[in-house]
Every structure is written in structure tokens, then in C-alpha cells.
Nanobody
Framework: QVQLVESGGGLVQAGGSLRLSCAAS????????VAWFRQAPGEDREFVAS????????DYRDSVKGRFTISRDNAKNAVYLQMNSLKLEDTAAYYC??????????????????????WGQGTQVTVSS
């Protein structure tokens, strides 16, 4: 069993920055792709960014490219999302998710939420004007 715990959310003014963390316990996530998703009230959950096990493959939704950076520290069993130049529309609950289908693969991870096996409880990011 894997537990994923997100942290680092909060209230920030537009243009500000936050760094989200996803800490895993129960098993190592080092060999597997991890993604960040987000969900705003009344909206569907949407893909934000993903990273392969090695970090060599990353993927971002268009609206966050150039502003968000996903990274991982396999020694710490953790994944991060650095969010800069935050906008009002970035307000959402952010979730990290683990895909156990691909061991040690540098294929671009999936953008489909249904293909992820484990999820954290989420951390709220609120961007104010």
C-alpha cells in the first residue's frame, strides 16, 4: 500500500509562487511515473504535469508551461511542483498521483487520471488578486 501526502498549498497573490511537495510512504515510488492533477470547484479534475521515474521525461498542460516545473528526488521518495507566476485560474485542489504500470520507463507519462493507481488527499492552492 502506498500513501501519498501533498503539502505546500496555501493562499498567494497573483504573480506569486508556491512549491508543492508529494511525499510517499509504504513503498518506493522512485521507479514509477508521478503526475500532478488539479480540480477547481465545479470542474473536472485536470492534468497539470507529469514526470518519468528518472526525470528525463516531463509533460505539462499548455496553460502552465513556462510557469510550473515538476521535479523529483528519488532518494527522498518525493515529487515536487514549483509554481511561479501564479494566476487566478490556478486556484484548485492539487493532487499527486502514482502510476504503477510502467516500471523504469522514460515514456511520457499518461495525462489520464484513470490510469493512476494511487492518489494523495490534495492540497489547496488559492490565488488572490
Amino acid at each position: 500500500q502506498v500513501q501519498l501526502v501533498e503539502s505546500g498549498g496555501g493562499l498567494v497573490q497573483a504573480g506569486g509562487s508556491l512549491r508543492l511537495s508529494c511525499a510517499a510512504s509504504g513503498r518506493t515510488i522512485s521507479w514509477y511515473p508521478v503526475a500532478w492533477f488539479r480540480q477547481a470547484p465545479g470542474e473536472d479534475r485536470e492534468f497539470v504535469a507529469s514526470i518519468s521515474w528518472s526525470g528525463d521525461s516531463t509533460d505539462y498542460r499548455d496553460s502552465v508551461k513556462g510557469r510550473f516545473t515538476i521535479s523529483r528526488d528519488n532518494a527522498k521518495n518525493a515529487v515536487y511542483l514549483q509554481m511561479n507566476s501564479l494566476k487566478l485560474e490556478d486556484t484548485a485542489a492539487y493532487y499527486c498521483a502514482l502510476d504503477l504500470r510502467f516500471f523504469s520507463s522514460d515514456l511520457t507519462p499518461s495525462r489520464r487520471s484513470g490510469e493512476y493507481d494511487y492518489w494523495g488527499q490534495g492540497t489547496q492552492v488559492t490565488v488572490s488578486s
